[in-house]
């Protein structure tokens, strides 16, 4: 029970590393910096554009060379390796220099506390592999933990608003998670040292495996669900969305709270259900929410365009956590074969981050064509999910091994 309590606080831990990527450095925080840094600065709409987005480039090459570093490291040890970089990053972040200082220092923290993200749903699946009950819970909560880290930055933010000596508030935050996450990943202790198993079972899987390449036909399934996943979780529009009708702190507090909700009700339902149905869903509500978004426009009284907006995104938040951000973690932890858990995982997530870079930078540079691509981006959401339906494997109180026999097919012995 003690070690059960331990992976639960470090998926937490890892979570809010996570969170605190995508949410400490909003334009608020860039405001107050750009009153206290040595060289002051005029924060300009593209300035504010590449600080916020330069976590988000990091992640994509985090998402890349994270294989790499499992290969050599192992999961632990990259985890640990990681967490030490983020929280040395951080640390020296404080140091209010230039924006452009603080653009470096987002892109390098987006490097590897994506790589921490890429690689923990399948670490950490391994300490639960024997118990199907706790394996979902595992991997289904770990999207409520990125919701409360995400809140908790925002509390913050919310009290550092009007006063720039405490800009930092959020980074030590973010030190204080990483430095946690260092320790107790040291403290738990890994069944095994295999780089990419993740349980005696996957090991034994391996031990029965044909020759299986990335190359081969039944492993090019795997290969095109990653890349699906990944772009599924972002082209919902969702991250336009709340970074341009949530730009105000008190509004931004309360979509969180919204999301703690949701996304718990979405891990409940990810936990107790059959997940393909969940997924589906949940796209297509995220569908409709876009289609109501691009109705909006064609309202001429504000009242009427505020309503449509709010429901829009309403229906966007509810799709969106009942799919795509719970069972991204749950499939990158369960849906891939063992031997390239890694490799799949990562191509899984930076394909979310590119996808991410791409629907916002189409809303920022054509914002005269925002209902044009609400309907196209509508009718690839709804068309990813009966593709993903199709070809994704059942994980719901399924076996590792069960899986790896579906995704595998005739090299499966």
């Not at 949410?23 to 709409?45: A, M, R």
């Not at 924006?99 to 923290?109: C, H, K, N, P, V």
């Not at 034994?204 to 036909?217: A, E, P």
């Not at 699906?228 to 507090?253: D, W």
């Amino acid at each position: 029970m003690k070690r059960l309590i331990l992976i639960f606080i470090q998926s937490f831990l890892l979570a809010n590393m996570y969170a605190c990527m995508l949410s400490n450095t909003p334009q608020e925080i860039i405001n107050l910096y750009s009153q206290v840094c040595f060289n002051k600065f005029v924060p300009t709409e593209v300035i504010n554009t590449l600080i916020v987005a330069g976590p988000v480039i990091g992640s994509v090459f985090g998402a890349l060379i994270v294989p790499k570093l499992t290969k050599y490291l192992g999961l632990k040890n990259t985890i640990i390796n990681c967490c030490i970089i983020c929280f040395i990053i951080n640390i020296i972040t404080l140091i209010p220099v230039h924006w452009g200082y603080l653009f470096a220092m987002r892109i390098i923290i987006g490097i590897f506390s994506y790589s921490t993200t890429s690689v923990a749903p399948g670490w950490l699946d391994q300490f639960a592999n024997s118990s199907k009950k706790h394996r979902s819970i595992l991997n289904a909560t770990f999207e409520i933990f990125v919701s409360i880290g995400v809140l908790i930055n925002n509390a913050l933010l919310h009290f550092t608003q009007k006063l720039p000596r405490r800009w930092w508030f959020l980074l030590g935050y973010a030190i204080f998670i990483s430095g946690s996450c260092i320790l107790t990943t040291i403290l738990i202790k890994e069944k095994t040292k295999f780089h990419y198993n993740r349980s005696n079972e996957s090991q034994v899987l391996i031990q029965h495996r044909k020759s299986y390449k990335l190359s081969d036909g039944a492993a090019s399934v795997s290969i095109v669900n990653a890349i699906l996943i990944g772009i599924s979780v972002e082209i919902t529009g969702i991250t336009r969305t709340l970074s341009m009708f949530f730009g105000n702190y008190g509004l931004t507090i309360i979509t969180s709270l919204e999301r703690l909700v949701l996304s718990g009700l979405g891990s409940y339902l990810n936990i107790k259900f059959i997940r393909k149905p969940l997924l589906i869903t949940g796209l297509f509500i995220c569908a409709a929410g876009n289609a109501v978004m691009c109705i909006s426009y064609e309202l001429k009284e504000k009242s009427g365009i505020k309503i449509a907006q709010i429901i829009a995104i309403i229906l966007l938040l509810i799709g969106f956590e009942m799919g795509p951000a719970p069972q991204q973690y749950i499939l990158a932890a369960e849906a891939f074969p063992s031997k390239y858990h890694v490799a799949l995982s990562s191509l899984m997530f930076s394909s979310a981050a590119i996808t991410q870079i791409f629907v916002y930078g189409l809303y920022r540079l054509l914002p005269k064509q925002s209902q044009i691509l609400d309907m196209v981006f509508a009718c690839i959401t709804m068309w990813l999910g009966i593709l993903l339906v199709g070809h994704l494997p059942e994980t719901f109180q399924v076996s590792q091994r069960e899986i790896e026999k579906e995704v595998m097919g005739e090299y499966f012995v």
